[in-house]
C-alpha cells in the first residue's frame, strides 16, 4: 500500500501529476463518537489498482477535478504573462497629443493640442486642470471637464475614448502615447 503524501511538502505541478498517474492515495480523517469520547480514524480514501483492474468510479472523478484545477491554474497564471508582456506599456519622452472635450447638453466641443512627458492620461489631466476627479475604489473618475460637472441625478458621466475607441479602463491607467486623440465625452445614462 502507498502512503499518502502530503502535499505541502512538493510543489503544486508534481502533486498534480503524481495524482493524475494514479501515485497518490489521500487520506480522510472520520470523527466517530464513542462513550468514552471521540475517536477519530484515518482511512485511505482511494488507493491504485494494481495488476490491471478498473479504478473506482470516485477516482476517476476526483482525477478529473484535479487535472482541471491544474488547467485552470496554467490558464490563469498563462493570461497574466500575456497581458504582463503584451499590454500597451507607457512611452517615455514628450509626446504631442490631442485632448477633445465634447458636451451635447452644454452644447460645447473644444479641441486641443498639448505636448506632455506624464505617461498616463489621468496624471495629464489633472496636471493641465483640464478635469477634476474624485477617488473611488476603483481609481480615479472624472466629476467635471472644462468646468462643466457630471449629474449623478440624470445620470451624465464622463467617458474617455482613445483614438474614438472607448476606453476600457480609468484614466489612471491610459498611457499617453504620441499622436493620439483622448476624447472626453459627457454621456447620459448608465
Not at 502507498?2 to 503544486?12: N, S
Not at 466517530?32 to 479504478?55: C, F, L, S, W
Not at 491544474?70 to 504582463?84: F, H, K, M, P, S
Not at 498639448?114 to 496636471?127: H, K, P, R, S, V
Request: aromatic share 12%; net charge neutral.
Amino acid at each position: 500500500m502507498l502512503e499518502a503524501i502530503p502535499p505541502r511538502r512538493y510543489g503544486f505541478f508534481f502533486v498534480c501529476y503524481i495524482y493524475a498517474k494514479g501515485l497518490l492515495v489521500l487520506q480522510k480523517q472520520v470523527i466517530v463518537p464513542t462513550r468514552d469520547g471521540i475517536a477519530h480514524i484515518t482511512e485511505n480514501r482511494t488507493q491504485r489498482k494494481m495488476g490491471g483492474q478498473k479504478m473506482t468510479q470516485e477516482k476517476k472523478q476526483w482525477k478529473w477535478k484535479v487535472l482541471l484545477a491544474c488547467l485552470l491554474v496554467v490558464l490563469i497564471a498563462g493570461a497574466g504573462v500575456t497581458y504582463y508582456f503584451f499590454s500597451q506599456k507607457p512611452s517615455e519622452g514628450s509626446k504631442a497629443i490631442t485632448i477633445e472635450v465634447v458636451s451635447d447638453r452644454d452644447k460645447f466641443t473644444s479641441t486641443d493640442k498639448y505636448t506632455t512627458d506624464q505617461e498616463f492620461l489621468g496624471d495629464f489631466l489633472i496636471e493641465k486642470k483640464i478635469v477634476q476627479a474624485e477617488n473611488s475604489d476603483y481609481g480615479r473618475f472624472i466629476v467635471s471637464a472644462k468646468d462643466m460637472k457630471s449629474d449623478d441625478a440624470n445620470q451624465y458621466w464622463w467617458s474617455v475614448k482613445v483614438d474614438g475607441e472607448m476606453s476600457a479602463t480609468g484614466m489612471d491607467t491610459i498611457p499617453v502615447t504620441d499622436g493620439s486623440v483622448y476624447t472626453l465625452t459627457l454621456e447620459q445614462g448608465y
